[in-house]
């Protein structure tokens, strides 16, 4: 590193303007230097000081103040030294530890003696903060350095103006952050930023809340994880819920955002619980007069929160469930969603909970949410199938339950007449129904799933086609639906096309092959099979394939009675 001469390089350029522009270049070397890290700390922290105090001086663009002159020629002086003793920290030229601990000691005291002196000059009056140095915001791609002097020069004007200048500071701020998220790292490394953003959270002026929320959405949703750590650090979740208690309808969506991005982090959790969170974002949801987007985000964070046991229970104990199941009749559809996956998250491997969301009707107000006469989004709906699978498909009392309320006729309706997103999770939800109990396979047979499901076995989506040929294998072996099932002739035909070895169907073959064994088991199934023009495809996938499943279903349709009748197919 070569030593910078505080001397002006460029003629006109007064000792203040040098001196800030020195001081900036010192705090950015400052940061490189590895030796003797708490002293360099203590200096920097002086160096910031003494930015701070020269940016505020009066006019420093038109002229030097005389006041400023002799403590201006010093300041240099030691600035020149503090840059010398940079230099040999960074190279490690110095001859010995204890030497350098003293000279660093003896400048520590000559910028301290410079900031205490600064500090008088404006406490009487002989210096005026006119604040009338305005840097400009650095093009994109600017260097690190240039970024350093911006955030500095924000700081300085957040720190010590009127609340315009600081809305000001703060919008600047949040602006080059969106431009150029390497202004965050910037912002973390500077000193007293992220504390002074904290702080403003408690600001009782409202547009200096607002805007100082906006930076910390910023940090909280960037995706390093440690700038929300010291974001934690500095105490931002007390300042966050108090926002939520106190401020701005701006200012509490804003507080809410933050709060959901630094709970996904379940340590952070607690911090929410200890500060009194659970029950303000819990007072939040039950409130009528709420706002949508509002409500929306504490369902958020509460649904984060369910993670943690201690914090569940309270939850539970605090009347949640039955909060949030009134939420989920609400019109807005951020909020609908939000207080499903709450309800799912919070019942979620809980046989207590989830009973307790059965009990004061959750299961009912998820079943008319599906009701096609009702507009809801496609998303809800999702949601909605989603979570009714997951809180009932465990218990055959609330199969039972759904089966009497029209559960399995709403689900035929979005098979046949819904988008294929739609259609194809009510698919899915069948196939899980199907696989919960023996009322469910009649229920689902006696409302006219079959057919369909046949339908499905020519489906694009091999899954598709593995859900509906496993759904039917377990519904045919119910007696009542398999009379159902052979009465279509086209239902058996299907499946023997679908079992020809030259298909590539080998995936879902074990499913078609189940169905037509169950089909052995009435008179009218196995006649219908063997009359089937497709009923040589049973010979030759025995024969070409190591099938057991196949050959039962050979050995099942070849008994004496049946033999010659069978030969006289297959070899014709």
Same mark, same amino acid.
């Given at each position: 590193? #070569?030593?910078?001469?505080?001397?002006?390089?460029?003629?006109?350029?007064? /000792?203040?303007?040098?001196?800030?522009?020195?001081?900036?270049?010192?705090?950015?070397?400052?940061?490189?230097?590895?030796?003797?890290?708490?002293?360099?700390?203590?200096?920097?922290?002086?160096?910031? #000081?003494?930015?701070?105090?020269?940016?505020?001086?009066?006019?420093?663009?038109?002229?030097?103040?005389?006041?400023?002159?002799?403590?201006?020629?010093?300041?240099?002086?030691?600035?020149?030294?503090?840059?010398?003793?940079?230099?040999?920290?960074?190279?490690?030229?110095?001859?010995?530890?204890?030497?350098?601990?003293?000279?660093?000691?003896?400048?520590?005291?000559?910028?301290?003696?410079?900031?205490?002196?600064?500090?008088?000059?404006? /406490?009487?009056?002989?210096?005026?903060?006119?604040?009338?140095?305005?840097?400009?915001?650095?093009?994109?791609?600017?260097?690190?350095?240039?970024?350093?002097?911006?955030?500095?020069?924000?700081?300085?004007?957040?720190?010590?103006?009127?609340?315009?200048?600081?809305?000001?500071?703060?919008?600047?701020?949040?602006?080059?952050?969106?431009?150029?998220?390497?202004?965050?790292?910037?912002?973390?490394?500077?000193?007293?930023?992220?504390?002074?953003?904290?702080?403003?959270?408690?600001?009782?002026?409202?547009?200096?809340?607002?805007?100082?929320?906006?930076?910390?959405?910023?940090?909280?949703?960037?995706?390093?994880?440690?700038?929300?750590?010291?974001?934690?650090?500095?105490?931002?979740?007390? /300042?966050?819920?108090?926002?939520?208690?106190?401020?701005?309808?701006?200012?509490?969506?804003?507080?809410?955002?933050?709060?959901?991005?630094?709970?996904?982090?379940?340590?952070?959790?607690?911090?929410?619980?200890?500060?009194?969170?659970?029950?303000?974002?819990?007072?939040?949801?039950?409130?009528?007069?709420?706002?949508?987007?509002?409500?929306?985000?504490?369902?958020?964070?509460?649904?984060?929160?369910?993670?943690?046991?201690?914090?569940?229970?309270?939850?539970?104990?605090?009347?949640?469930?039955?909060?949030?199941?009134?939420?989920?009749?609400?019109?807005?559809?951020?909020?609908?969603?939000?207080?499903? #996956?709450?309800?799912?998250?919070?019942?979620?491997?809980?046989?207590?909970?989830?009973?307790?969301?059965?009990?004061?009707?959750?299961?009912?107000?998820?079943?008319?949410?599906?009701?096609?006469?009702?507009?809801?989004?496609?998303?809800?709906?999702?949601?909605? $199938?989603?979570?009714?699978?997951?809180?009932?498909?465990?218990?055959?009392?609330?199969?039972?339950?759904?089966?009497?309320?029209?559960?399995?006729?709403?689900?035929?309706?979005?098979?046949?007449?819904? #988008?294929?997103?739609?259609?194809?999770?009510?698919?899915?939800?069948?196939?899980?129904?199907?696989?919960?109990?023996?009322?469910?396979?009649?229920?689902?047979?006696?409302?006219?799933?079959?057919?369909?499901?046949?339908?499905?076995?020519?489906?694009?989506?091999?899954?598709?086609?593995? $859900?509906?040929?496993?759904?039917?294998?377990?519904?045919?072996?119910?007696?009542? /639906?398999?009379?159902?099932?052979?009465?279509?002739?086209?239902?058996?035909?299907?499946?023997?096309?679908?079992?020809?070895?030259?298909?590539?169907?080998?995936?879902?073959?074990?499913?078609?092959?189940?169905?037509?064994?169950?089909?052995?088991?009435?008179?009218?199934?196995?006649?219908?099979?063997?009359?089937?023009?497709?009923?040589?495809?049973?010979?030759?996938?025995?024969?070409?394939?190591?099938?057991?499943?196949?050959?039962?279903?050979?050995?099942?349709?070849?008994?004496?009675?049946?033999?010659?009748?069978?030969?006289?197919?297959?070899?014709?």
């Amino acid at each position: 590193m #070569e030593r910078t001469s505080p001397e002006p390089s460029t003629a006109g350029n007064s /000792n203040l303007r040098r001196a800030i522009h020195f001081i900036s270049s010192l705090i950015s070397i400052s940061h490189s230097i590895r030796v003797f890290a708490g002293k360099w700390k203590l200096i920097r922290t002086n160096l910031e #000081e003494l930015h701070s105090a020269l940016i505020a001086s009066d006019n420093p663009d038109s002229g030097e103040n005389p006041s400023l002159s002799g403590i201006l020629r010093s300041l240099l002086n030691t600035a020149g030294e503090c840059h010398d003793l940079a230099r040999r920290c960074s190279d490690v030229s110095y001859s010995g530890k204890l030497l350098m601990q003293s000279d660093l000691d003896v400048t520590l005291v000559k910028l301290n003696h410079h900031v205490k002196k600064l500090d008088e000059m404006y /406490n009487t009056g002989i210096l005026i903060r006119s604040h009338a140095l305005i840097v400009s915001k650095p093009c994109l791609g600017a260097s690190k350095e240039d970024m350093r002097f911006y955030i500095r020069d924000l700081l300085t004007r957040m720190k010590i103006g009127d609340v315009g200048m600081k809305k000001m500071a703060l919008i600047n701020l949040h602006e080059v952050v969106v431009e150029d998220d390497r202004y965050l790292k910037v912002i973390v490394e500077v000193g007293d930023v992220v504390h002074l953003l904290v702080e403003f959270l408690g600001s009782s002026e409202v547009v200096i809340q607002e805007e100082s929320v906006k930076v910390v959405a910023l940090i909280t949703g960037f995706g390093d994880s440690s700038y929300k750590g010291v974001l934690i650090g500095a105490g931002v979740v007390g /300042n966050l819920i108090k926002v939520l208690e106190r401020g701005s309808e701006v200012g509490k969506v804003g507080a809410a955002r933050c709060l959901m991005k630094l709970t996904e982090n379940s340590d952070n959790a607690w911090l929410v619980s200890a500060h009194g969170g659970v029950n303000v974002l819990l007072k939040i949801c039950g409130n009528v007069d709420s706002k949508g987007d509002l409500v929306g985000l504490a369902c958020g964070v509460l649904r984060n929160l369910v993670g943690v046991e201690e914090i569940k229970r309270f939850m539970v104990e605090e009347g949640a469930v039955s909060t949030f199941i009134g939420l989920v009749r609400s019109e807005d559809e951020a909020i609908q969603v939000s207080s499903i #996956e709450f309800i799912q998250n919070i019942a979620f491997k809980d046989e207590l909970v989830r009973q307790m969301v059965v009990r004061e009707g959750g299961v009912r107000v998820l079943f008319l949410v599906l009701d096609p006469e009702f507009s809801y989004s496609s998303k809800t709906k999702e949601v909605v $199938m989603r979570a009714i699978e997951n809180l009932c498909f465990s218990s055959s009392n609330c199969v039972s339950t759904l089966i009497s309320y029209g559960f399995v006729d709403q689900l035929l309706y979005y098979i046949r007449n819904y #988008e294929v997103s739609i259609q194809e999770l009510a698919l899915k939800v069948t196939f899980r129904l199907c696989g919960t109990s023996e009322e469910a396979k009649k229920a689902l047979g006696d409302a006219g799933f079959m057919p369909e499901l046949v339908k499905f076995l020519n489906a694009k989506s091999f899954e598709v086609r593995e $859900m509906a040929a496993e759904a039917l294998s377990g519904m045919v072996m119910v007696p009542k /639906n398999r009379k159902k099932f052979v009465q279509d002739d086209q239902n058996i035909a299907l499946i023997l096309q679908s079992i020809d070895p030259g298909k590539g169907n080998s995936g879902i073959k074990k499913f078609l092959i189940s169905i037509l064994i169950s089909l052995t088991n009435c008179n009218t199934g196995r006649k219908k099979i063997m009359s089937s023009s497709y009923a040589k495809n049973i010979e030759r996938l025995s024969e070409n394939e190591v099938c057991s499943d196949a050959k039962k279903l050979v050995r099942k349709l070849t008994t004496n009675r049946f033999r010659s009748m069978l030969n006289g197919i297959w070899h014709s």
